[in-house]
């Protein structure tokens, strides 16, 4: 059975950090592409905020750049993302997925269309 499953969210004041982690069982990440999401409030539509390749090279939506980073361990079949002088605006549920058949992050990788294997979420919650 996979299972994926975020971790380390939590209620920060604006400026605080905090570090994600995403784990899996039942799946590896080694070949895939990796991806952190976000939805901000339910309903409002779903946002790729990071991707990572296998290789290692990085991608950010502009709203996140210079403040967040994505790394994964593959060894631990872990992926992170470190975050960085927290905004009220970062507030969401957090996701991360692996990529269904790539190992790079692809032209629309910020739709997510290309990943699968979702966790079920971890909450940020940034105060003013």
């Known amino acids: 059975q996979v299972q994926v499953v975020e971790s380390g969210g939590g209620l920060v004041q604006a400026g605080g950090s905090l570090k994600l982690s995403c784990t899996a069982s039942?799946?590896?990440?080694?070949?895939?592409?990796m991806g952190w999401f976000r939805r901000q409030t339910p309903g409002k539509e779903r946002e790729g905020v990071s991707?990572?390749?296998?290789?290692?090279?990085?991608y950010y939506t502009d709203s996140v750049k210079g403040r967040f980073t994505i790394s994964r361990d593959n060894a631990k079949n872990t992926l992170y993302l470190e975050m960085n002088n927290l905004k009220p605006e970062d507030t969401a549920m957090y996701y991360c997925?692996?990529?269904?058949?790539?190992?790079?992050?692809?032209?629309?990788?910020?739709?997510?269309?290309?990943?699968?294997?979702w966790g079920q979420g971890t909450q940020v919650t940034v105060s003013s």
């Open positions: 997925a692996r990529n269904r058949a790539y190992s790079y992050c692809s032209g629309t990788w910020r739709s997510g269309a290309d990943f699968g294997y």
């Open positions: 039942g799946l590896t990440f080694d070949d895939y592409a």
């Open positions: 991707c990572i390749s296998r290789g290692g090279f990085a």
